[in-house]
């Protein structure tokens, strides 16, 4: 929370702007999805400095140069979302949980980034968000997706990994690309402003060769052992 009030009173003649500038972008058919994600990724890395975070990235090299995939990261908080827009070279969209989707900065970027909000309390809902990002993957839009449905509160500890949060990409039959995140929760978590580090790690994809026989729970921990063990290796 500190942190986040210093994000806000360092950038409190710009903050207006930005809202603006990503619900327009939200709003406007004239703008392109590529058009958002500079603005929102921009408006991203802005924020980051504001608040005295740095974000090291590794395994760029390991994103798909082809689009229509999905990232898999471990969830540890509402930073984690802020540390892939600033890192990632490429636009990509996410799905949330209900709650969050009305947060302030996040509502405009979910809108702006055509990404959606799941109930997981409606079934018929949730089925209905699984086709859409199916579909939308299939046309070649990029997608982030938090496996644990939850955030860690466990600092760098992983919740297992649920196998419905795969069952878009085993239809969409596309890579999927798991993520480590690293100390993400200390921005937000923690009582203090100090600079800090966010690490974010792009493993090698699964392709659906690998793992078109396996079923859901299957991938699902097997993405889990890929991201602890990196983990492990960085902090």
Not at 32 to 38: L, N, P, W
Not at 93 to 105: D, G, Q, R, S, T
Not at 145 to 151: K, L, N, S, V
Request: net charge positive; aromatic share 12%.
């Amino acid at each position: 929370m500190y942190r986040i009030m210093m994000m806000v009173l360092r950038l409190f003649l710009k903050v207006p702007f930005y809202l603006l500038q990503i619900w327009w972008y939200g709003k406007s058919s004239k703008k392109t999805y590529e058009e958002a994600y500079a603005v929102v990724k921009k408006t991203t890395i802005a924020a980051n400095r504001a608040g005295k975070v740095k974000i090291e990235s590794f395994g760029l090299e390991n994103i798909p140069r082809e689009n229509g995939f999905i990232f898999f990261p471990n969830h540890q908080g509402l930073y984690d979302v802020l540390a892939f827009l600033e890192s990632c070279p490429v636009p990509f969209a996410f799905v949330i949980k209900k709650e969050a989707k009305n947060v302030i900065l996040l509502k405009q970027v979910t809108k702006a980034l055509g990404s959606i909000a799941m109930d997981r309390d409606d079934i018929r809902q949730s089925m209905k968000v699984i086709q859409q990002v199916t579909e939308e993957v299939k046309a070649g839009k990029n997608f982030l997706i938090f496996a644990e449905g939850t955030r860690s509160r466990e600092g760098n500890k992983l919740l297992n990994f649920k196998g419905g949060s795969f069952k878009s990409a085993q239809k969409a039959k596309c890579p999927i690309v798991p993520c480590a995140l690293v100390d993400a929760f200390k921005p937000f978590d923690e009582k203090s402003i100090k600079p800090l580090t966010v690490k974010i790690i792009y493993l090698p994809p699964m392709y659906y060769e690998e793992y078109k026989d396996m079923k859901t729970m299957e991938i699902a921990a097997e993405v889990k052992r890929r991201i602890e063990e990196v983990i492990a290796g960085h902090i």
